[in-house]
């Protein structure tokens, strides 16, 4: 009887090899030859399912936007006002493996966004959702009085910049910004739009 495939379980393991190969050796280092080695299946097995880099670079990008949706989806849930806008702010951040993976890959993906349309139609799309979804999170801590009465987008645009800094930072920088570092930095830029003048306490887990 032949073997049943279960390509999209094989694609998934692919783009996890080719997310994995990013962060180990950088994305100009990451070739399909070693993506198919870090997959352990065969060179053939990765051409069967992308026909080309970009193709499984663009899968491993989804795959990490995927996993962080699902993720701030958990971490959020129960959660309203500046509760719920900090937490996903504290879940962008490299603070825990997962999201430094995840953070690597996005960084490593910008350069590549700037050349490549496709890479940065998706980046831009999945931005755009996620940014919406930030400025909903403000609107919602506005209107428990939490945060200061301010155009949502300046609100998130300056945020979303002070994250990405501080983001940059800790990947280059991991000697010298520990993860409670970064969040202590965050809040105190957080400080400047709240009502109160200063954020609550983190819990990491």
């Not at 980046?123 to 919406?132: H, K, L």
Request: glycine letters at 6%.
């Amino acid at each position: 009887m032949p073997k049943v495939v279960d390509h999209a379980r094989r694609r998934r393991e692919l783009a996890e090899a080719a997310w994995q190969a990013i962060v180990k050796f950088g994305l100009e280092g990451t070739t399909t030859r070693i993506i198919a080695r870090e997959s352990g299946y065969s060179a053939g097995a990765l051409t069967h399912y992308f026909e080309s880099k970009d193709e499984i670079l663009l899968e491993a990008l989804r795959l990490s936007h995927e996993s962080f949706d699902k993720r701030i989806r958990e971490t959020i849930g129960g959660k309203e006002g500046l509760d719920a806008f900090r937490a996903f702010c504290a879940e962008l951040l490299p603070t825990s493996p997962i999201a430094v993976r995840e953070t690597h890959l996005e960084i490593c993906m910008w350069s590549r966004a700037l050349v490549n349309d496709e890479v940065r139609s998706v980046q831009r799309s999945e931005a755009a959702q996620w940014r919406q979804f930030m400025e909903d999170l403000i609107e919602g801590a506005q209107r428990s009085g939490e945060l200061v009465e301010m155009p949502p987008r300046t609100i998130a645009v300056v945020i979303s910049a002070v994250i990405e800094g501080l983001s940059t930072y800790g990947l280059l920088y991991p000697d010298r910004f520990t993860k409670a570092e970064l969040m202590d930095y965050f809040d105190k830029a957080l400080s400047a739009f709240t009502t109160t003048g200063q954020a609550k306490e983190v819990q990491f887990r």
